[in-house]
């Protein structure tokens, strides 16, 4: 049997507050392919995006594991964790967090150059592959919301990552361009051998995945 490429073991995520500990979800268990395009569904505040970054390792888990080709994601020390997300993930954000000072074309360039590689014909094909041909010298104020939406997909994906997570990232597009995106992100999957796993509330968006799962605060089971 061929080992998954994202393996999520009963992982459980709390908050400690005021009003003492606040789970957010428990017994959480994901298998993802190479090549598999998974789309996650789920109420506001279930802890969808939370899930997202538990698995990149962006925020800490409070039992079960994660395993990333292999490697437990949350065992490793710091700088290995930074290195496992520079060479085999791509996050698309909800926020964009692109940076305000470099134009679109070194916004989107940034892990590749993080890799110690540069391929300018590689930053426009994924610029092209968006929507935003012509577009690499403006600065991100230059840029509408739904734009900025698809320098961070565009950025997320030119490195080749081994896995995507996506949070909501046709929230901010018409939608025309949410399927000029989606179409995107499956000729990762497809043609690169990527994993993705999609957070959305877009039924439209999810229908293009392979299979459509629901988050609840006890795990995860297949949508309606």
Known sequence: MTVPLLQVEAIAKRYTGDGGVVPVFDGV?????AGEFVALLGESGVGKSTLLNAIAG??????????????????LPEPAQARLRREK???VFQAFHVLPHLRVHDNVALPLKLLGRDD?????????????EGLGHRLPQQ???????????ARALVHRPR??????????????TAERV????VAQVRHEG???????????????ADRVLLLTPNGLRAAD
């Open 194 to 208: 990527a994993a993705c796993v999609l957070v959305t509330h877009s039924r439209a968006a999810a229908a293009r």
């Open 29 to 33: 268990s994901l298998q993802v392919q």
């Open 58 to 75: 962006l925020d800490t888990i409070d039992a079960g594991r994660v395993l990333l080709d292999g490697e437990d994601v949350h065992a």
């Open 163 to 176: 896995l995507i997570l996506a949070d909501e990232p046709t929230g901010n597009l018409d939608p025309g």
């Open 143 to 153: 840029l509408s919301g739904g734009q900025l939406q698809r320098v961070a997909i």
């Open 182 to 185: 989606l179409d995107t992100l």
């Open 89 to 91: 993930l791509g996050f």
């Open 120 to 132: 300018a014909a590689r930053v426009e094909a994924m610029l092209a592959a968006v929507g935003l």
